[in-house]
């Protein structure tokens, strides 16, 4: 990427368009991931994490641990389901788009692997991902895959899924296995669900994977017997198909396919619709016939997986951060459908940028129905060459809303019209502006106050990334910052929100907007009709026994409640809900184990910043700009005041562990498996604290690997660099004693 005007005119400008990137890749995560939303294509999304794994290979400076390019999409925590943590972690596929992609992929796997190879190929099923842990043949738990380390059990609703068994069939079973596979609804039962939901009036699923995923995650004791009764029919029309293995220490087969078999006499569900090849020219056949016969096949598909089928080759071969190098998806072409384009809005997101949103009328499209797509910015618009009126083609790979691909020209009456961009933020009015020179998207300049952007920020703090306020969402927190009424909004900025009190809620109204249009519901005499979200009306009964006046919602209540434990939360969750740019879980867990509180934060160099394994210089830098600036630092004066804890209890100080010469200083660390005792990040964090490197791969540079059941593949690896391995007990003496506590004394 030469550029003429120096490196660190390059570098620059790869930061910033790196930055913008790993926005969007999130927003899109956590849509898809958290609330079973879709904003951007399939391709699209792919698009994104190539661009931004070449800007981090041209740069390696912008690569940091919580990339979109090094981590599995989800989150690992929610407060409606326990966490737990996969004894190995699920990754993710990369993903190819046409033969020629799947050729090169299959010509690298061949090279590596130094000989011919076999291909096991297997239909792509678009469900819900599911581990199911079974130790000694009974199952234990069956969790979501979250981030890949932690996901959410689920298990008392897996078992009401047919076809699981809870005990395994047969014998041999291994101490601890773990089971991979998609629980999905087949194409004929989603049809049944939604009819039955149409004829009640309620909310159809916009796909089968929505509708697994809405289905699955659901907690029996939030549903009344009625609800309940729903929820149960729901979970019985599930079905699952196992495709693959997590923690198995040795399996008594050399292949995938023999894996496939021996799960089957297990009893586990299998899918039919799998063949192993030996060239990948007849993979590339599998993958050509079910492109061609996907309306066969009994659940929904978007394309197809090939792995190498000998398992000593998926140690040989390896993964990267997020995805194993012996498998790949082949995702097929979208189906393109054609629509009505009614307007062009645009949108101010958290970060201020103003995006163009086409608007169009409704349309099915591979499996559901789709009235908006994003146009990015007035660049795109013009390169696309839509008006306002045309006949558009749009496009969709899986079940993500489509894309719009350009007009039908031959369409158009002469009544179609230009888009034109705003000239001012159409939230608060500023004028929109580069970030800077050469920018192509414009942004609201007015970051303390832009309604949007505020609204965009109080939601990223509710978020299960940050503090995980459940009431905290969309909705609630548009009510707080852009109520009809009253005039004021309770929160101007983010900076009153632990003040919230139940008198600032009562008064607020917002307008009722249709599901559909967006637009605003009227009465029958034109008034724009509107609703208070934190409060209601006295029951009857509540009359009866005097009670009148509006009384607050549960909302109201949970959502003071929530706030106030939220004060007591972890520092690393405060930081990421302060929206420091870069700052996401991975760099704020860094910085408050290192740190231990907001104000060595604040205090800290660049340098020392920098240094902080997991931080590096870009997010040092992002911390420091975040607090020159004035309101940033009143919103942490308010969040102080109002009692917000800034600190991690009991923690020594910066590095104080290490500085102090700690029993683990200048050794490396890895904990790996169930520890006894310990979650994944209580074992990080004590390991850090005792002045050690937590790393998350065993290398020659390792000098304890602490494991536990299900350790997998990082104990095979310690075994074989012959790097000392300890359990729960021995990585106790460590922490407290160091590697000299380990040596036995003779009597």
Not at 472 to 501: K, Y
Not at 611 to 638: K, L, P, S
Not at 664 to 671: D, I, K, N, R, Y
Not at 698 to 720: C, I, M, Y
């Amino acid at each position: 990427m030469p550029d003429p005007a120096g490196p660190a005119a390059a570098l620059h400008a790869a930061d910033a368009e790196a930055a913008a990137l790993k926005t969007r890749i999130s927003s899109a995560r956590d849509a898809y991931y958290e609330r079973n939303e879709v904003i951007i294509s399939d391709a699209e999304y792919d698009g994104l994490i190539h661009r931004l794994e070449e800007l981090e290979r041209l740069f390696p400076e912008l690569q940091s641990q919580d990339s979109p390019t090094q981590t599995v999409g989800g989150r690992a925590e929610t407060t409606l389901f326990d966490p737990v943590q996969h004894a190995e972690r699920m990754l993710s596929l990369d993903n190819v788009f046409s033969t020629g992609e799947f050729a090169l992929w299959a010509a690298r796997v061949e090279r590596d692997a130094g000989r011919p190879v076999h291909y096991l190929c297997e239909l792509k099923i678009d469900g819900l991902a599911i581990n199911l842990r079974y130790e000694n043949g009974v199952l234990v738990t069956a969790a979501t895959r979250g981030d890949g380390v932690v996901g959410e059990d689920v298990t008392e609703n897996i078992l009401l899924v047919p076809g699981i068994p809870k005990r395994l069939a047969g014998t041999g079973h291994p101490t601890l296995v773990e089971v991979r596979g998609e629980v999905f609804f087949p194409v004929e039962s989603f049809r049944e669900l939604n009819a039955e939901q149409s004829r009640a009036g309620e909310r159809v699923f916009a796909n089968p994977r929505n509708a697994a995923s809405g289905s699955l995650r659901q907690k029996a004791e939030t549903k009344t017997a009625p609800q309940l009764r729903l929820m149960t029919a729901r979970l019985g029309r599930l079905r699952m198909l196992v495709h693959g293995i997590g923690a198995w220490e040795r399996p008594p087969v050399a292949a995938q396919s023999e894996v496939y078999e021996l799960l089957r006499t297990w009893g586990l569900p299998t899918s039919t619709h799998y063949r192993v090849t030996s060239t990948a020219a007849e993979a590339a056949g599998f993958i050509e016939y079910y492109g061609e016969h996907r309306g066969s096949v009994e659940h929904e598909i978007d394309g197809v997986v090939v792995k190498v089928d000998e398992l000593e080759l998926h140690h040989e071969l390896g993964a990267t951060s997020r995805a194993p190098r012996w498998a790949i998806a082949y995702k097929y072409p979208p189906e393109q459908v054609n629509t009505r384009l009614l307007d062009i809005v645009v949108s101010v997101g958290r970060t201020g940028r103003a995006t163009p949103f086409a608007v169009m009328e409704k349309v099915r499209v591979a499996g559901s129905e789709v009235r908006q797509a994003t146009l990015h910015n007035q660049d795109v618009v013009k390169a696309k060459g839509v008006l306002i009126g045309d006949t558009v083609v749009l496009r969709k790979a899986g079940d993500v809303i489509p894309e719009v691909l350009g007009p039908v020209v031959e369409l158009r009456d002469g009544s179609e019209r230009e888009f034109v961009m705003p000239a001012n933020c159409p939230e608060c009015g500023t004028p929109l502006a580069p970030a800077k020179e050469g920018d192509i998207d414009l942004r609201c300049p007015n970051a303390r106050s832009c309604p949007a952007q505020v609204r965009g920020r109080v939601e990223h703090i509710g978020s299960r990334g940050a503090l995980d306020i459940e009431v905290l969402g969309e909705v609630a927190a548009a009510a707080l910052t852009q109520p009809t009424v009253p005039a004021d909004p309770p929160l101007p900025t983010e900076a009153g929100l632990f003040d919230l009190a139940l008198a600032d809620l009562l008064p607020i109204e917002v307008v009722v907007r249709d599901a559909e249009t967006g637009l605003p519901v009227e009465e029958e005499d034109g008034t724009v009709r509107l609703r208070t979200p934190f409060r209601r009306n006295p029951s009857a009964a509540e009359k009866k026994s005097g009670l009148t006046g509006p009384q607050p919602s549960s909302n109201a209540l949970k959502l003071l409640r929530e706030i106030e434990i939220a004060k007591t939360k972890p520092l690393w969750r405060i930081l990421v809900s302060l929206n420091i740019r870069h700052v996401g879980p991975v760099a704020a867990r860094a910085l408050a184990n290192h740190f231990g509180s907001l104000d060595s934060i604040r205090a800290a160099s660049r340098e020392e910043l920098a240094q902080v394994d997991g931080v590096g210089g870009i997010i040092a830098d992002a911390v420091i700009d975040w607090f020159e600036v004035d309101w940033h630092r009143d919103i942490v004066e308010a969040w102080t005041r109002a009692g917000v804890q800034f600190q991690t209890p009991d923690h020594p100080g910066p590095g104080a562990a290490a500085a102090a010469g700690g029993v683990l200083a200048g050794l490396t660390v890895v904990a790996t498996g169930s520890l006894e005792g310990f979650t994944r990040e209580e074992a990080e964090e004590a390991i850090i604290a005792a002045g050690g490197k937590s790393a998350s791969s065993v290398s020659k540079k390792t000098d304890f690997v602490a494991a536990g059941p299900g350790a997998g593949s990082k104990l095979a690896r310690a075994e074989q660099l012959g790097v000392p391995i300890l359990d729960a007990d021995g990585f106790r003496i460590l922490l407290s004693e160091g590697p000299a506590g380990l040596i036995s004394t003779p009597e």
